[in-house]
């Protein structure tokens, strides 16, 4: 949006830089035991990889350093620092344990936060942000667009699951899957198959795919991570056909550009369609610049007992993102404007706005009410969007490859 130098820096062996508070005492490593004392225990004066306060003394570490600095940080995400310049400019350092990111205006206000970060502690300066945890970043500063992929890490994933050479598919969850727990394995020839099946470990590498970058994934992602105690054979292809779809959609990225839309929100429920317990399902989807930052699709915590029901429930969950997302905006000095979040339910829209209906939602869960008090209050706009413009359809469910990219399109997820 504002076109500010993006810079990666990466701290050395970061979790020896913390400060104990407690005494820790360690046996004498093997190899360099002193001879003569080997009952003798080491009492540690620093931090080491291996111990349980590690990461944390190396947060509390840093997070003195940067607020000694000026930077303040962020109430709404603990790894967010911004400092705010005489010129009203701003300075952002991101943090995800060693990994920095460096936002600013101006390069020199990099440097001067670079050099005294390495005052401090043991730095590598990794120069303009290529590619972070996974992520590759890349910018067209002409056109003003940002790219955000992750083609590397999805091809090592297809690779260490046997499945760079497998025949593409267009979507990422077909409509004939229909996982339930029945499905779980029955014989003991099927037991012994799916133990030698790595289940969690393709589903997890997945998750990881679908969080940073790939909203496309949600539903199914969702879906197939129900079973993780006990996969049967039609989940493991279920787990396949994903895969598949990666294998011919590793390109896809999250484009961001300049237009003149601000954060906007979608949401949707499908009516218990957990086969199991009977638990809709919440997806939402927030844009800004017309691109994905923020998605979800989960079960339900309660059962609903209509489709309005559903809706308004998962409007609840995506009101709760908005507010996150509009404090977290405006303490970064992005003016944001009342964040509006389109359903595609009449019915569940009336119901946030009006207290009358009182006799059909009391057994409802009280926490799902505090979204009346918001819209009352004016912080978040609920509208009508029609099913087929809301994106937020591949949350939850799958659909055809026609209205499948076309909702891609509405959030940004291009080839």
Same mark, same amino acid.
């Given at each position: 949006?504002?076109?500010?130098?993006?810079?990666?820096l990466?701290?050395?062996?970061a979790f020896?830089?913390? !400060?104990?508070? !407690?005494?820790?005492?360690?046996?004498?490593?093997?190899? #360099? /035991?002193?001879? !003569?004392?080997?009952?003798?225990?080491?009492l *540690?004066?620093?931090?080491?990889y291996g111990l349980? @306060?590690?990461?944390? @003394?190396?947060?509390?570490r840093?997070? =003195? #350093?940067?607020?000694?600095?000026?930077?303040k940080?962020? =109430?709404?995400?603990s790894c967010?620092? #911004?400092?705010?310049?005489?010129?009203?400019?701003?300075?952002?350092?991101?943090?995800?344990? &060693?990994?920095?990111? %460096?936002?600013?205006?101006?390069?020199?206000?990099?440097?001067k936060?670079?050099?005294?970060?390495?005052?401090?502690f043991?730095?590598?300066?990794?120069?303009?942000?290529k590619k972070?945890?996974?992520?590759?970043?890349?910018?067209?500063?002409?056109?003003?667009?940002?790219?955000?992929?992750?083609?590397?890490?999805? !091809?090592?994933?297809?690779?260490?699951?046997?499945?760079?050479?497998a025949?593409?598919v267009?979507?990422?969850?077909? &409509?004939?899957?229909?996982?339930?727990?029945?499905?779980?394995?029955?014989?003991?020839d099927?037991i012994?198959?799916m133990?030698h099946?790595?289940?969690?470990s393709?589903?997890?590498?997945?998750?990881?795919?679908m969080?940073?970058?790939?909203?496309?994934?949600?539903?199914?992602?969702?879906?197939?991570?129900?079973?993780?105690?006990?996969?049967?054979?039609?989940?493991?292809?279920?787990?396949?056909?994903?895969?598949r779809? *990666?294998?011919g959609? /590793?390109d896809?990225?999250?484009?961001?550009?300049?237009?003149e839309?601000?954060?906007i929100?979608?949401?949707?429920?499908d009516?218990?369609?957990?086969?199991?317990?009977r638990?809709?399902?919440?997806?939402?989807?927030?844009?800004?610049?017309?691109c994905? %930052?923020s998605?979800?699709?989960?079960?339900?915590?309660t059962?609903?007992l =209509?489709?309005t029901?559903?809706e308004?429930?998962?409007?609840?969950?995506a009101?709760?993102?908005a507010?996150?997302?509009?404090g977290?905006f =405006?303490?970064?000095?992005?003016?944001l @404007? %009342?964040?509006?979040?389109?359903?595609?339910?009449?019915? &569940?829209?009336? *119901? /946030?706005?009006?207290?009358m209906?009182?006799e059909?939602t009391?057994?409802?869960?009280?926490?799902?009410?505090?979204?009346r008090d918001?819209i009352?209050?004016g912080?978040i706009?609920?509208?009508?969007?029609?099913?087929?413009?809301?994106? &937020?359809?591949?949350m939850?469910?799958?659909?055809?490859? /026609?209205? #499948?990219?076309h909702?891609?399109?509405?959030?940004?997820v291009?080839?």
């Amino acid at each position: 949006m504002h076109d500010l130098e993006l810079e990666q820096l990466d701290v050395k062996t970061a979790f020896l830089h913390g !400060e104990l508070e !407690e005494d820790i005492y360690m046996q004498q490593p093997e190899g #360099f /035991t002193v001879s !003569e004392k080997e009952d003798y225990v080491c009492l *540690l004066k620093k931090s080491l990889y291996g111990l349980k @306060q590690s990461p944390r @003394q190396w947060y509390k570490r840093f997070n =003195s #350093f940067m607020t000694s600095h000026d930077f303040k940080k962020s =109430s709404f995400d603990s790894c967010v620092y #911004f400092k705010k310049n005489n010129d009203g400019s701003f300075v952002y350092l991101l943090l995800y344990v &060693a990994d920095m990111l %460096i936002a600013a205006k101006d390069k020199g206000e990099i440097r001067k936060v670079k050099a005294q970060l390495s005052e401090e502690f043991e730095m590598k300066d990794l120069g303009p942000a290529k590619k972070i945890l996974g992520m590759e970043i890349l910018r067209d500063r002409k056109t003003r667009k940002l790219y955000l992929s992750q083609k590397g890490y999805i !091809e090592k994933l297809l690779c260490r699951f046997n499945m760079r050479s497998a025949k593409p598919v267009s979507t990422p969850l077909a &409509a004939h899957f229909r996982l339930s727990s029945a499905l779980s394995p029955q014989s003991d020839d099927e037991i012994e198959y799916m133990s030698h099946v790595p289940y969690s470990s393709a589903v997890g590498s997945l998750m990881y795919a679908m969080v940073c970058s790939r909203p496309d994934l949600s539903y199914a992602v969702s879906a197939v991570s129900r079973y993780m105690a006990n996969p049967g054979k039609e989940h493991w292809k279920a787990v396949q056909w994903i895969l598949r779809y *990666l294998r011919g959609t /590793t390109d896809v990225c999250l484009q961001f550009g300049r237009t003149e839309d601000g954060v906007i929100g979608y949401v949707d429920a499908d009516f218990a369609g957990d086969l199991d317990r009977r638990r809709s399902l919440t997806g939402y989807v927030f844009t800004i610049e017309g691109c994905a %930052i923020s998605w979800k699709a989960t079960l339900q915590t309660t059962v609903a007992l =209509s489709t309005t029901e559903a809706e308004y429930m998962a409007i609840t969950e995506a009101c709760k993102d908005a507010i996150w997302l509009k404090g977290l905006f =405006s303490e970064l000095n992005e003016d944001l @404007q %009342i964040s509006t979040v389109f359903c595609d339910s009449q019915s &569940a829209i009336f *119901l /946030t706005k009006d207290q009358m209906f009182h006799e059909k939602t009391k057994h409802i869960d009280v926490r799902y009410h505090f979204v009346r008090d918001i819209i009352a209050r004016g912080d978040i706009v609920v509208s009508k969007i029609s099913t087929h413009e809301n994106p &937020a359809d591949i949350m939850t469910k799958s659909l055809p490859i /026609t209205k #499948f990219e076309h909702c891609l399109d509405l959030v940004g997820v291009h080839c």
